[in-house]
């Protein structure tokens, strides 16, 4: 992983060239309807009077947001009309529909004629998605999760994912997501066990779980446990991020921040790392990270006096809540162009799929989040659009956590690319922990 100190050597791609100063970046007006009313332009007020702005739970106001929010509703309608797995479908179909309108091939054919290959090597990652519920419901979120998701990992599973991990002796990481993880039954008793394991445990968190209430001793929690802190904040702009993750997010953010920072994490030599993530607030690509990260190293200690150790950014997947924005603005092409346009073969080498294993909140094992949100089992027949599976399969279901022993096992499974996973090979890469070139 990336300390932030060793430079990158800055991919030379036609696209590649957002400016750091990502507050200056707003987003143009949809070219296709809904038009989406203006966010009320917000004002940082400095750090009075934010324990004042920032109690109790986040909750009702994210639910009255989407209550209110008119891509929030169509979305929730067309589910409720198709369901998730014929949702899902479409919008492969609409991906796989651009490529074709642009006359590029798919992304195993890209690779092929590139002469390169995405092979699996030894797991040193387990990452665990353990529930779909969270206090959020962001613009871009690729797992589409908020405060009506009820999707939640039981102690079965969860016993059995430490099962396997005591087993897997090349894995060194046990990553938890959600949703918002922390809100999960599960997340503490994860942690305790694997804290006693030795593997470094990290927490992705969205910051604002810290102020919910029933979590006020989650920072300390986490400090125990030397938990490594992996945070979402898309900007060091009150208006992007709360346009991005809604409102209030921005403030619960940096009080969430100044918390962990309080117990020493983000601080050199506590042993204790926080990083953050940023994401663009629209349909391009990240900026450089090294810059990036300066960037908002100097904005969060002039405003807030907040520090941290990297950042990583992370290119927007055209996938859930992202396709669905970019689609209904009429981006959806263009945004494919765009990444195919940048694609960066030096990307390939650092995909995190190649050692990571993704586990779902009901044991189902995938290559990485993305594949797991589309469905795209590990071990299932038929999800890998250029060369189906020659391997032992599980059908329709693909592998569960049940049915392994060790990650180990796993080795020799194809990794399921689609087109999705241009998103990951353009401009500097994208990966859980930022850019892969
Ligand atoms: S992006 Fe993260 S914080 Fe936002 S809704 Fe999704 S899981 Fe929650
Ligand atoms: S989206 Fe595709 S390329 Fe990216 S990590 Fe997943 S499988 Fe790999």
Request: hydrophobic share 40%.
């Amino acid at each position: 992983m990336s300390t932030g100190a060793e430079q990158r050597e800055v991919p030379v791609t036609p696209d590649f060239n957002t400016p750091v100063e990502v507050d200056k970046l707003r987003l143009s007006t949809p070219k296709a309807p809904p038009a989406r009313a203006a966010e009320p332009a917000a004002k940082w007020a400095g750090l009075d009077g934010l324990d004042e702005r920032t109690t109790g739970s986040l909750v009702p106001d994210t639910l009255k947001q989407m209550g209110e929010d008119e891509e929030f509703q169509a979305t929730a309608a067309r589910l409720r009309a198709l369901g998730a797995a014929r949702m899902t479908l479409e919008e492969k179909k609409l991906r796989r529909r651009a490529l074709d309108e642009l006359g590029l091939p798919s992304f195993q054919q890209y690779l092929a004629r590139a002469g390169l290959a995405v092979p699996r090597a030894t797991s040193t990652i387990l990452q665990l998605n353990i529930g779909l519920y969270c206090n959020q419901a962001c613009a871009h979120c690729h797992v589409e999760s908020s405060p009506r998701r009820t999707e939640s990992m039981s102690r079965e599973v969860a016993e059995r994912c430490l099962v396997v991990l005591r087993a897997s002796g090349g894995v060194a990481t046990l990553d938890i997501t959600g949703g918002a993880p922390e809100l999960n039954p599960q997340f503490r008793y994860l942690v305790e066990q694997a804290s006693a394991l030795g593997v470094e445990i990290i927490d992705r968190c969205n910051l604002t779980v810290l102020q919910e209430p029933g979590q006020e001793d989650l920072a300390e929690f986490l400090a125990k446990h030397k938990v490594r802190v992996v945070a979402s904040l898309p900007c060091y702009s009150p208006k992007n991020v709360n346009t991005q993750r809604g409102s209030g997010v921005f403030d619960r953010s940096i009080l969430g921040l100044r918390q962990l920072n309080a117990l020493g994490y983000g601080v050199e030599g506590s042993g204790l790392s926080l990083d953050l993530v940023y994401n663009p607030l629209g349909a391009f690509l990240p900026p450089p990270q090294e810059a990036l990260e300066a960037k908002y190293k100097e904005e969060l200690m002039e405003a807030f006096g907040i520090t941290f150790n990297s950042l990583f950014t992370i290119t927007n997947m055209p996938i859930k809540r992202f396709a669905d924005f970019l689609y209904r603005r009429g981006e959806l092409k263009d945004y494919m162009e765009l990444l195919v346009r940048n694609f960066n073969p030096a990307a390939t080498k650092g995909l995190m799929c190649k050692d990571t294993v993704s586990v779902g909140w009901d044991g189902r094992i995938f290559d990485c989040d993305f594949n797991q949100q589309l469905g795209l089992g590990m071990g299932t027949a038929g999800t890998n659009e250029d060369a189906p599976f020659d391997l032992k399969t599980m059908g329709d279901v693909g592998y569960s956590i049940f049915d392994v022993d060790s990650l180990d096992e796993l080795a020799s499974t194809k990794i399921v690319l689609e087109s999705h996973c241009f998103g990951c090979t353009s401009g500097m890469g994208s990966s859980c922990q930022g850019a892969t070139s």
